[in-house]
């Protein structure tokens, strides 16, 4: 893949072309202006990526594929882009030029994020069920954005980079709002990536890979996806592979940490034991990869990768945030618009220290953690006076998900305790089983447990997910012992 040299800076408001030539500022503002309308559904991702050390810079050329779910033609499609990156060019895939507009903004909702916004003109409009590919010429620096997340660290270093989803270092549908892209939902899409990195470098992702191929010093590593997936992640750094037999279950390790990737595979088919025995098998599995990040970058997971920080990665005694991340492979789809997340988060807090009791031994781990979220949920509530008056299962509508974790998991914690162990284990897995190909809303989870025990979990599920009155109860000051009473004595 060839360097690119962008002419365009990061702030430039022209309308160009794929060849470069702006505009008028009309035509500029008629374009950033237009209603966008439904978003289209990203299918499938090409990206061939540069990662150009010297300069600090990452240049892609990107053919992104989308579909026309709506019923009405579709005019433009909306994207977003890293803020120091530029656009350069974009075509169809003939290589016919299409105009687009780019601009730096602020969310709506998030002053502290910003994205450069590009629109790209299509005319003719795409029909309905219709699919077009669009082909994205781009570059710029990364340099994370810990302004708004914290965790997002991501820069280029031969020391260590992450190009990944949540930095949007690759076109992505959507606007400059929080609330209309997480409305818009996740979706899942095929891809297919290349990176161009120094020899002696290792590019670690979730795909399969294709073809590595050294020229001149430099390497081009090729992965297509095992399964279609909401992201894409690659790592670059001194990585160790350490692999199964059958190729199925992958550990990338950063330098000198052979002996905790050999500690991770064996936690790894450990716990997707306890996992399956307890929910059942999962629907598809085409294979598992981790790939460690170091501390302060955060784990996050999809179907077929795991992030792990080397805080969870190293330390036997945080285990723990790896059994969390691994139980997303079990989590259902999210329909809601904005999923208030205490089915997935929440039930992942849980099970991280319920598979310590279980597999490491740690008699009371859950317990104790429910402890320490019950004091640290009063704290809130005392400091935060306007979460008292928003129920659990609107924590996605008014951006309140963090307390989807703690709440989440003393909300399992209770529902264990009042069904017990065989019951709730078995309501946890059928309803992944029942729903994973379906997916489901927070509403029709709570249904579900609700019909599948002859258990009152009316109560629970008045006071914890659709009515505020668990907030007050935190409030207040309650332990453990003292909540599960609440609910189990007759």
Same mark, same amino acid.
């Given at each position: 893949?060839?360097?690119?040299?962008?002419?365009?800076?990061?702030?430039?408001l022209?309308?160009?072309?794929?060849?470069g030539?702006?505009v008028?500022?009309? !035509?500029?503002?008629?374009l950033m202006?237009?209603?966008?309308?439904?978003?289209?559904?990203?299918?499938q991702?090409?990206?061939?990526w540069?990662v150009d050390?010297?300069k600090?810079?990452?240049f892609?050329?990107?053919e992104?594929?989308?579909?026309?779910?709506s019923g009405?033609?579709?005019?433009?499609i @909306? &994207? #977003?882009?890293y803020r120091?990156?530029?656009? %350069?060019?974009?075509?169809?895939? =003939?290589?016919n @030029?299409?105009n687009f507009?780019q601009r730096?903004l602020?969310?709506?909702?998030?002053?502290q994020l910003?994205?450069?916004h590009?629109r #790209?003109a +299509?005319?003719?409009?795409l029909?309905?069920g219709?699919?077009?590919?669009?082909?994205i010429?781009y570059g710029?620096? $990364? &340099?994370?954005?810990t302004?708004?997340?914290r965790y997002?660290?991501d820069?280029?270093s031969?020391?260590?980079t $992450?190009?990944?989803?949540?930095?949007?270092?690759y076109p992505r549908i959507?606007t400059?709002?929080?609330?209309?892209?997480?409305a818009?939902?996740?979706?899942?899409?095929?891809f297919r990536?290349?990176?161009r990195?120094?020899?002696?470098l290792?590019?670690?992702n979730s795909?399969?890979l294709?073809?590595?191929?050294t020229?001149?010093?430099?390497? %081009?590593?090729?992965?297509?996806s095992r399964?279609p !997936?909401w992201? #894409?992640d690659?790592?670059?750094a001194?990585?160790?592979l350490?692999?199964?037999p059958d190729?199925l279950?992958?550990?990338?390790s950063?330098?000198?940490d052979r002996?905790?990737?050999?500690n991770?595979l064996?936690?790894?088919?450990?716990t997707m034991?306890?996992?399956?025995?307890w929910?059942? /098998?999962?629907?598809?599995?085409?294979?598992l %990869?981790v790939?460690e990040?170091?501390?302060g970058y955060?784990s996050?997971a999809?179907?077929?990768a795991?992030?792990?920080?080397?805080s969870?990665?190293?330390?036997?005694?945080n285990l723990?945030?790896?059994?969390h991340e691994?139980?997303?492979?079990w989590?259902?789809e999210?329909?809601d /618009?904005l @999923?208030p997340?205490?089915e997935?988060?929440?039930l992942?807090?849980?099970?991280?220290?319920f598979?310590e009791e279980k597999?490491?031994g740690?008699t009371?781990? +859950?317990k104790d953690a429910v402890? =320490?979220? &019950?004091?640290?949920?009063?704290k809130?509530?005392t400091d935060?006076?306007?979460a008292?008056e928003? @129920?659990?299962?609107?924590?996605?509508?008014?951006?309140? =998900?963090d307390?989807?974790?703690?709440m989440?998991?003393?909300?399992?914690?209770?529902l264990?305790?009042?069904m017990g162990?065989?019951?709730?284990?078995?309501?946890?897995?059928g309803?992944?089983?029942?729903?994973n190909?379906l997916?489901? %809303?927070a509403?029709?989870f709570?249904?579900y447990?609700?019909n599948r025990t002859v258990?009152?979990?009316?109560?629970?599920?008045?006071?914890w997910?659709?009515?505020p009155?668990a907030a007050?109860?935190?409030?207040d000051g309650?332990?453990?012992t003292? $909540?599960i009473?609440?609910? =189990?004595?007759?």
């Open positions: 893949m060839r360097r690119y040299v962008l002419y365009v800076g990061i702030f430039s022209l309308l160009i072309t794929a060849c030539n702006p008028s500022d009309a !035509s500029r503002d008629s202006n237009a209603e966008i309308g439904d978003y289209p559904a990203a299918v991702y090409v990206i061939d540069d050390y010297e600090e810079k990452i892609g050329e990107c992104l594929t989308v579909q026309n779910p009405s033609p579709m005019r433009i @909306p &994207l #977003i882009l120091l990156m530029d656009v %350069t060019a974009v075509s169809d895939e =003939t290589g @030029p299409l507009s730096v602020k969310y709506d909702d998030w002053e910003q994205v450069n590009i #790209i +299509l005319d003719p409009p029909p309905p219709d699919r077009k590919t669009v082909r010429s710029g620096h $990364l &340099l994370g954005c302004e708004a997340m997002v660290k820069t280029v031969k020391e260590f $992450l190009l990944r989803t949540d930095s949007n270092v959507g400059n709002s929080w609330a209309s892209n997480r818009a939902g996740l979706g899942s899409f095929d990536v290349s990176v990195i120094p020899e002696g290792i590019a670690a795909g399969n294709v073809s590595k191929e020229t001149n010093g430099e390497t %081009t590593y090729t992965f297509t399964v !997936s992201r #894409i690659v790592a670059i001194g990585f160790d350490l692999q199964n190729g279950l992958k550990i990338y950063l330098p000198g002996e905790a990737a050999e991770i064996e936690a790894m088919v450990d034991d306890l996992y399956e025995g929910f059942g /098998p999962l629907k598809v599995f085409e294979g %990869t790939i990040v170091p501390s955060g996050q999809d179907v077929a795991i992030i792990q920080q080397a969870g990665f190293r330390e036997k005694d723990y945030e790896f059994y691994l139980s997303h492979i989590n259902v999210a329909k /618009p @999923p997340r205490f997935s988060e929440g992942g807090m849980f099970l991280q220290h598979v597999r490491d740690k009371d781990a +859950l402890e =320490t979220s &019950l004091e640290r949920m009063k809130h509530f935060h006076p306007e008292l928003v @129920p659990m299962i609107d924590y996605g509508t008014e951006q309140m =998900t307390l989807s974790y703690r989440g998991q003393i909300l399992f914690y209770l264990f305790e009042k162990e065989s019951e709730f284990l078995a309501a946890v897995g309803f992944y089983q029942e729903y190909e997916g489901a %809303t509403q029709q709570v249904d447990f609700k258990v009152d979990l009316d109560r629970i599920f008045e006071e997910v659709l009515t009155k007050e109860i935190l409030k309650i332990t453990g003292e $909540l009473a609440r609910y =189990t004595q007759r």
